[in-house]
C-alpha cells in the first residue's frame, strides 16, 4: 500500500499499485494550485479511505477543461481524485510514503518562470506531450 492525504488529514487515500508514470507540469494553472508534480493513477487502484465529503472540486472557468479536487478544510491540491475516469493525475505532494515512481517528463515548459531551473535529464516537452 502506498498511502497519501492532505495536511491536516481530513482525507487519505491508498493505492494498492504504483502508479503509473510522474510527470511535472509547468503551466501557470498547475503552479498556483501547488499541484505541479503528478502521478497518473489506475482508479482500480486508487482508494479514498477517509475524507471523501471532504474534497470539493474547483471547474475551471471556459477555455480551461481540468476539474481540480482540494480539501476543503486544508486546502492542499489533490490533483483529480474524484475522476470517473479510468487513469487520472493526483498531486505527487499528497504522498505519504515514497510513490515509487520518480519524474519522467515535464510538461508546458514553455510556460515555466525564468526563477525556477529543472535540475533532471528527464524529458522535456514545450507544450503537452501529445502534441
Ligand atoms: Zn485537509
Ligand atoms: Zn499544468
Known amino acids: 500500500m502506498i498511502r497519501g492525504s492532505c495536511s491536516c488529514k481530513k482525507v487519505e487515500f491508498e493505492l494498492s499499485n504504483k502508479p503509473m508514470i510522474m510527470g511535472t507540469c509547468h503551466c501557470s494553472r498547475c503552479r498556483k494550485a501547488g499541484s505541479s508534480?503528478?502521478?497518473?493513477?489506475?482508479?482500480?487502484?486508487?482508494?479514498?479511505?477517509?475524507?471523501?465529503?471532504?474534497?470539493?472540486?474547483y471547474r475551471p472557468e471556459s477555455g480551461f477543461k481540468y476539474l481540480r479536487n482540494f480539501c476543503s478544510n486544508c486546502g492542499t491540491s489533490l490533483g483529480e481524485i474524484l475522476s470517473k475516469d479510468s487513469s487520472f493525475p493526483i498531486s505527487a505532494n499528497c504522498f505519504d510514503d515514497?510513490?515509487?515512481v520518480r519524474n519522467e517528463f515535464h510538461e508546458f515548459v514553455s510556460a515555466k518562470p525564468d526563477w525556477y531551473d529543472i535540475c533532471d535529464t528527464a524529458k522535456q516537452f514545450l507544450e503537452h506531450p501529445a502534441k
Open 37 to 57: 508534480i503528478l502521478v497518473i493513477v489506475k482508479s482500480d487502484d486508487l482508494k479514498i479511505t477517509k475524507g471523501k465529503e471532504t474534497i470539493s472540486t
Open 98 to 100: 515514497d510513490p515509487i
